[in-house]
T-cell receptor
Framework: QKEVEQNSGPLSVPEGAIASLNCTYSDRGSQSFFWYRQYSGKSPELIMFIYSNGDKEDGRFTAQLNKASQYVSLLIRDSQPSDSATYLCAVIIQGAQKLVFGQGTRLTINP | GAGVSQSPRYKVAKRGQDVALRCDPISGHVSLFWYQQALGQGPEFLTYFQNEAQLDKSGLPSDRFFAERPEGSVSTLKIQRTQQEDSAVYLC????????????????FGPGTRLTVL
């Protein structure tokens, strides 16, 4: 079992709809959770981080964390074609410094 | 302010050749990470430096991989006797703080070096 798992997609969502991206992790010692966006051929760019159970909102983005279920999600409201990218979920395990990434979910927003 | 820079951006090597990949972190950033990203996969951790000290090299896949950061700034990832399975994008990231600061601090990624081994 991989430490961080995501559905690789592709996930196709119509413009203006809500895109929902999901991630599960195996290590209960995971303490910080990140969502990165990566455009094709570009480097990962941080869009959200969360470390407490519940929701965290930033503009059109909402991260949700449920530590009991070892589940973290990202919602993108009012999806735009410019949101089309690969979304990487990453965690940091307590005591470590490195990011552990999932394989990424490729999201396509259809105009 | 400049971000993380990496060079070269693209490298083609013949199998068995040695390569050196350079990373210039954001000025003043204490922490530096190297990750390897295969096509269609998420980045995988290779090694971590705090200043010039290599504190974690658990992700280096073999003894052909070697990284250094001698003056606590620029870092070089060296791959000896390259193999086809080494073909990937090598990402460098830097972070302002070291181990004593919150790991929630953002890691800023460079553009990567795409290595192709023929």
């Amino acid at each position: 079992q991989k430490e961080v798992e995501q559905n690789s997609g592709p996930l196709s969502v119509p413009e203006g709809a809500i895109a929902s991206l999901n991630c599960t992790y195996s290590d209960r010692g995971s303490q910080s959770f990140f969502w990165y966006r990566q455009y094709s051929g570009k480097s990962p760019e941080l869009i959200m981080f969360i470390y407490s159970n519940g929701d965290k909102e930033d503009g059109r983005f909402t991260a949700q964390l449920n530590k009991a279920s070892q589940y973290v999600s990202l919602l993108i409201r009012d999806s735009q074609p410019s949101d089309s990218a690969t979304y990487l979920c990453a965690v940091i395990i307590q005591g470590a410094q490195k990011l552990v990434f999932g394989q990424g979910t490729r999201l396509t927003i259809n105009p | 302010g400049a971000g993380v820079s990496q060079s070269p951006r693209y490298k083609v090597a013949k199998r068995g050749q040695d390569v050196a990949l350079r990373c210039d972190p954001i000025s003043g950033h204490v922490s530096l990470f190297w990750y390897q990203q295969a096509l269609g996969q998420g980045p995988e951790f290779l090694t971590y430096f705090q200043n010039e000290a290599q504190l974690d090299k658990s992700g280096l896949p073999s003894d052909r991989f070697f990284a250094e950061r001698p003056e606590g700034s620029v870092s070089t990832l060296k791959i000896q006797r390259t193999q086809q399975e080494d073909s990937a994008v090598y990402l460098c990231a830097s972070r302002r703080g070291g181990t004593g600061t919150s790991v929630r601090n953002e890691q800023f990624f460079g553009p990567g070096t795409r290595l192709t081994v023929l």
